[in-house]
């Protein structure tokens, strides 16, 4: 009796626990793919918001500190869900807005392993290079991604920027045509033609260029770069005329391109253009550069000594 009734629970047991056993795997996989999907939203939450530091740090009004907030915040995001490339993307960018561009290369190359067929990583990738001034690096970068996909046309103004600054103005000329021709009212491209055609000693066709830019819109560093012109060719109502509408457009902050102009999608909100990373004027050197003298040497002096803080 007693030995039929302990065979009976040792069965039972045995029963159960061969059960549980076999539950075991697919409730341990449930449990990490709730983790994933936890961890997953929590970078995707913490990446939103560090977006929206970026819009308080680089818009026209600036928050003090928000692009620090802003790579703290994405880097949780990328602790958070290490497997997340749109993190890791954005990190890339801000690191570049704050001038550290070896962080921001090694960030921008852990999201392109995650996620190759990205058109804005390697857009990014090449805007890193050009910012540390490796411009060949930067165009072996652009030509690769038009190999890939020949329609992303912002990046022959990405490349006519790096001929530029490689002095071979025929190439790039040729590549901000090329930006024009599938895109009529790039702005980026006729603004990028006129430096180029400045940089080349050609101020007629800069002229040129330059007023396009400004007809397709106001783009202050646009209205510096014809005020620069017109200052080289010695008019100087003009000069003073662009730099005083510099002076009021700028008067509450810098104002950059939005970043949806130069090929990131819109849930990039904010505002930068790295093509001014090397531009040394100001509306203040460009007044200095037009005051009547001997006249106003005082104002000149003090605008001039304003213009290179600005520069600094």
């Known amino acids: 009796m007693w030995s039929h009734i302990k065979n009976h629970f040792l069965g039972a047991a045995t029963?159960?626990?061969?059960?549980?056993?076999?539950?075991?795997?697919?409730?341990?996989?449930?449990?990490?793919?709730?983790?994933?999907?936890?961890?997953?939203?929590?970078?995707?939450?913490?990446?939103?918001?560090?977006?929206?530091?970026?819009?308080?740090?680089?818009?026209?009004?600036?928050?003090?500190?928000?692009?620090?907030?802003?790579?703290?915040?994405?880097?949780?995001?990328?602790?958070?869900?290490?497997?997340?490339?749109?993190?890791?993307?954005?990190?890339?960018?801000?690191?570049?807005?704050?001038?550290?561009?070896?962080?921001?290369?090694?960030?921008?190359?852990?999201?392109?392993?995650?996620?190759?067929?990205?058109?804005?990583?390697?857009?990014?990738?090449?805007?890193?290079?050009?910012?540390?001034?490796?411009?060949?690096?930067?165009?072996?970068?652009?030509?690769?991604l038009l190999q890939h996909d020949p329609n992303i046309a912002v990046a022959y103004g990405y490349a006519g920027f790096c001929y530029m600054r490689l002095g071979e103005f025929d190439k790039a000329n040729d590549a901000f045509h090329h930006l024009i021709s599938v895109q009529p009212s790039s702005q980026i491209a006729y603004h990028g033609m006129a430096l180029n055609s400045l940089l080349a000693g050609d101020t007629v066709q800069a002229r040129a260029s330059a007023e396009h830019a400004l007809s397709i819109s106001k783009y202050p560093a646009t209205m510096l770069l014809l005020g620069e012109i017109d200052a080289l060719e010695g008019f100087n109502a003009g000069a003073k005329g662009l730099a005083d509408q510099y002076s009021r457009a700028t008067r509450k902050g810098i104002i950059q391109r939005p970043m949806t102009s130069i090929g990131f999608a819109k849930s990039h909100d904010f505002h930068w253009d790295p093509f001014l990373a090397d531009t040394f004027t100001n509306g203040y050197l460009i007044q200095a550069g037009s005051v009547d003298l001997p006249k106003q040497a005082g104002r000149q002096r003090s605008l001039a000594r304003q213009g290179k803080q600005l520069c600094t």
Do not use: M
Not at 125 to 139: E, G, M, P, R
């Open 15 to 144: 029963a159960a626990l061969l059960l549980s056993s076999s539950q075991a795997p697919g409730a341990i996989a449930q449990a990490q793919h709730w983790d994933n999907v936890s961890a997953h939203a929590k970078a995707e939450a913490l990446h939103s918001k560090a977006l929206n530091y970026l819009i308080l740090a680089t818009n026209t009004i600036k928050q003090p500190g928000a692009l620090d907030q802003a790579i703290t915040t994405l880097l949780d995001a990328t602790n958070a869900d290490p497997t997340d490339p749109a993190p890791l993307a954005t990190l890339g960018l801000a690191l570049d807005i704050k001038g550290r561009y070896q962080e921001a290369l090694d960030a921008l190359k852990r999201a392109y392993d995650l996620s190759p067929s990205n058109n804005e990583t390697v857009l990014a990738i090449a805007v890193t290079h050009y910012l540390n001034h490796d411009y060949a690096k930067a165009i072996d970068t652009l030509n690769r």
